[in-house]
């Protein structure tokens, strides 16, 4: 099965995207990936196909917060659009978006040019936000702490704000200066000439990697990062319910940025630890029990084990091996917010026969083989 793809990487935006952000990325790919551009040509295709289904999800709030909290897993099978009665026409898709070429385009393929007046790598006029880097681990969960939830202690090395600078990188605020580069901006404009016209391209200050300020007189302990490594333990609640390859994410967990920018955030990967008795089916659990042949020809009530502890259950009379009981509510829990119930326990009964008996057992069988109820019909 093909791995999905990072629907942020998809587009090429952060996590902390607006909406804004998100539909300029998504116009930039539909601009260079649709078939209609590119006829026959399959990559462009599939290109275009993520980056629709990427912006499918991440324009629509709710499916981006499950995206954001639990990766594909919190989206279903079907997460993005249909395709199967073509891709639709581009200038209809991007009028669609931007009203006519509204909220900061402006469309002219004349010869006229086109400009992207306000959408660039930062905000309108100032500049850009640093944002910490994400960290992710694998967090190793046994059944009984899934059907349950758990709190856990994560011990972590991050980057931290710079104690003896307060993370500004200097130790006097009067270092630190306008980056000449950019005046402040974060962004250096300049003027393209392109086959389609003139445009603005947006690029972020190298000099001062898009916070518009310059250190003069770096801080010694941090070198003028306003950043040290730190080792932390944090706790971290993790619902029921998980299942193995979910993403947990901890919003800002993760790396401190630079100079009072935004942290990254926290990616727990869930690993789920196989168990000695139960295998997983989503919410349901399965599992088997060996009765015996008396149990199987009487019927009564057997012991079993559940997920939470021993438990009795009734079978009928003349159960026959490889019979099948559900146990209603026994299974795993929903996770809180993405279904509701609990899962069902299966158990497969199995009969237990003996490959060596005494010679009295024998004759004991050999009777039971001639009564009128043993005979097959």
Known sequence: MAVKKDYYEVLGIPKTASADDIKKAFRDAAMKWHPHK????????????????????????????????????????????DFSGGFGNLDDILNNLFGGGGGGFSFNFGGGGFDFGGFGGGSRGGSRTPRGRDIRTKVRMTLEEIAKGVEREITLERNKPCPDCDGVGAKNPSDVKTCPACNGTGQIRRAVQSFFGQSIQVSVCQQCEGTGKIVS??????????????KETIKVNIPAGVEDGM??????????????????????????????????QGADLVTSKTISIAEAIKGGEIDILTLNGPAKIGIEAGTQSGTVVKLRGKGLPAVQGYGSGTGDLYIKLEVFIPRKISREDRELVDRLGTAESFQVK
């Not at 462009?44 to 324009?59: G, H, M, R, T, W």
């Open 38 to 81: 590119n006829p026959g040509n399959k990559e462009a295709e599939e290109k275009y196909k993520d980056a629709a289904e990427a912006y499918s999800v991440l324009s629509d709030p709710e499916k981006r917060r499950k995206y954001d909290q639990f990766g594909h897993a919190g989206l279903g099978d079907n997460p993005g659009p």
């Open 217 to 230: 007189n770096p801080c010694r302990k941090c070198s003028g990062s306003g950043l040290v490594r730190q």
């Open 247 to 280: 993403q947990i994410t901890v919003r800002g967990e993760g790396h401190s940025a630079k100079k009072g920018g935004i942290n990254g955030d926290l990616l727990l990967l869930i690993q789920e630890e196989p168990h000695r008795l139960f295998k997983r």
